[in-house]
Every structure is written in C-alpha cells, then in structure tokens.
C-alpha cells in the first residue's frame, strides 16, 4: 500500500447510544476503500453530535462520548473526538469536516511518522484525504428541503467526499441521481455493499432499553453496563 492515498474516516451523529453497527461501518468502509487499490486507511473518527442539536431522547454528550471511548477499546483505529460535542453550540457537519481536516494538516508530521518501516522513503509522503462515513439513510437527507445549504452539500462531496454504506430500504443511486450537486461529484462519493445487512439502530436499543428488554449483542457489553450504571434510556430518565 505505499503508493496509495492515505484516507480518515469520520462519522458525524448522535451515537444515542453507539451500536455495533456503527462499530461496523468503519470496518465494511475500510475494507472496501482498500479492495479499490487507490486507498489505505489510517484512522477513523467518531464525533458525537453537540447537546444542542435538541433531537428527541438525546442524552447528556458527556455520556455519549464516554460510552464510545468504551466501545472503542477494542479497536486498534479508531477513536472518539469529543470535540464537536464540547462547543458552545451544534455545529453544522461541515464545519466539523473542517476542524478535523485542519487538525489533521497540522498533525501531518505525525501522519508521516505512523509507517516508520517506509519513513527512509524519499517519495514524498501523500496528503491524507478526509472523507464523511454514513449510512445510506443519511444520504438522503439532503433531499430534505430546507435542512442543508446547497454550499454545504457541494463543499463535502467535492472538497472530502464521502464513504456511504448500504442499508435495506435505500437506494443511494437513486439519491444521487435525484440531486445535480451529487450527481456532479458522484465520483467522489463510494457507496459500499454491506453484505450483513441488519436493522439495528439506537432507536430500536433505546426503546427495547424503555421496555426492560435485552440488548444483549446490540452493543458492547461495556456499553450495556454503563447504560445500566447510569440509569440511561429508562422510563423514568429525563
């Protein structure tokens, strides 16, 4: 992989709790970026959304973050940036796009020192690429009038791209088709097959978590003990 376009991966959302299929994005994501043989993947970012986002059932960042630092213990590449979740207010995506392209240019001495068995290469070192990671249902909320600025639409397809995993009961070609900006940039949007297809979502884990029942397998099980610990997502929780 010397030659290839070193990518990291972010993902933007509630994370309300964080499940082992957003755990999984990352891992299809990369897996497919590598098979097109012009990509290595060398970090990925979960960003929780700001407390002022005010979506429904939304608990406290500060629990949101924690429970995916715990979820992220296992893995070797991706961390939790708390960042977004610590400014004074919600932040569009595309402003969190920025931030961590910014950050991710000043750390690029470090970025060039991660392979250290290459680092007497002469070649000069590639610029990582940042690219937004979502599921197919995310893809089409850009056809939701009113809820993204066109600008802002056009500056994460063409200035990062996107990775954009399946889901059942989406068709991501027909998002693209359905808007010009897309369509435009469809180059630099990946969509990739998630050959597990599977349903699970943080509004499914906290209804079942209301209702008394198992989450058991949903998520890690230190997640579910923190949930526990915590008294989140319960009938009586604010």
Not at 153 to 162: A, D, P
Not at 168 to 182: D, K, M, R, V
Not at 211 to 232: F, M, N, R, T, W
Request: with cysteine; charged share 20%.
């Amino acid at each position: 992989m010397k030659s290839r376009i070193p990518v990291v991966l972010l993902a933007c959302g509630s994370f309300n709790p964080i499940t082992n299929m957003h755990l999984r994005l990352f891992e299809v994501a990369r897996d497919h970026l590598h098979q097109t043989g012009m990509y290595k993947v060398i970090g990925g970012i979960i960003s929780p959304v700001n407390d002022n986002y005010r979506k429904k059932d939304l608990v406290a960042a500060h629990h949101r973050v924690a429970m995916a630092r715990l979820a992220l213990q296992t893995s070797e590449w991706i961390r939790v940036d708390p960042w977004e979740s610590e400014q004074a207010q919600w932040m569009e995506t595309v402003k969190v796009l920025r931030h961590h392209h910014r950050e991710l240019l000043r750390s690029l001495p470090q970025t060039e020192g991660l392979d250290h068995s290459r680092a007497r290469s002469s070649a000069p070192t590639a610029v990582p690429e940042l690219k937004l990671l979502c599921g197919a249902d995310f893809l089409k909320t850009f056809q939701i009038p009113n809820l993204w600025k066109d600008a802002h639409i056009q500056e994460i397809v063409e200035k990062f791209g996107m990775v954009c995993v399946s889901r059942t009961g989406h068709n991501p070609q027909e998002y693209i088709s359905g808007s010009a900006i897309l369509q435009r940039y469809r180059h630099n949007i990946h969509l990739v097959r998630e050959p597990v297809q599977n349903e699970l979502s943080s509004t499914y884990v906290r209804g079942a978590l209301r209702q008394g029942q198992s989450v058991k397998y949903l998520l890690p099980d230190a997640v579910i003990a923190y949930i526990k610990e915590h008294s989140l997502y319960t009938r009586d929780s604010p």
